[in-house]
């Protein structure tokens, strides 16, 4: 058992050994899974999923880099009591901004913390004949911050936290750099 344990951590430990802090002309994209929402409907949610994309643009000097990108996020409700269905269905496309600190002396970790401004985009509809909720339900735009982080297994492969408004509070999920 204690080899086992030995050569995991040695195969770790190689692994993470190729990964870089994210740098001025990196990129990375995290697909996730979320929890929680703070967007409403009644019964019962599909599970939020989120596509995000950094691209380092910036050396600050000091240890950090700025990067700019891009977020889609969807998530929805169904509803089906009392003889009706009703549905909403929200969408999330937004620009972010991120910086990377790179003073931690763990290469294969990316901690980092932005802001977005992303369109909401809401959906209602009901097969109801009573359609008085389909304007009550607004899209718009909205402003966010958010915190996260990035650990790397190998030079591009890792797994990704992210704590913050989207269509969804907590995302986690995979994550590629290239």
Not at 27 to 34: D, E, F, P, R
Not at 107 to 117: I, K, S
Not at 132 to 159: D, I, K, M, P
């Amino acid at each position: 058992m204690k080899k086992a344990i030995i050569i995991f951590l040695a195969i770790s430990f190689s692994l993470s050994a190729y990964s870089q802090q994210f740098q001025v002309g990196s990129s990375a994209a995290n697909l996730g899974i979320g929890l929680g929402t703070a967007l409403g409907g009644l019964g019962k949610a599909r599970p939020a999923i989120s596509i995000a994309l950094d691209y380092g643009m910036w050396d600050i000097g000091g240890p950090g880099v700025i990067s700019l990108g891009g977020y889609v996020g969807n998530t929805g409700y169904k509803y089906a009591d009392l003889g009706y269905t009703a549905k909403w269905n929200y969408t999330t496309i937004g620009v972010r901004g991120a910086y990377h600190y790179n003073g931690f002396k763990a290469p294969q970790l990316d901690a980092y913390a932005g802001m977005m401004l992303g369109y909401n985009i809401v959906k209602y509809s009901s097969d109801n004949q009573d359609n008085s909720f389909v304007n009550n339900y607004a899209s718009g735009l909205g402003f966010s911050g958010f915190l996260g982080g990035r650990w790397f297994f190998s030079q591009q492969f890792g797994a990704f936290a992210e704590l913050g408004y989207g269509v969804s509070v907590l995302n986690a999920g995979i994550t590629y750099k290239f």
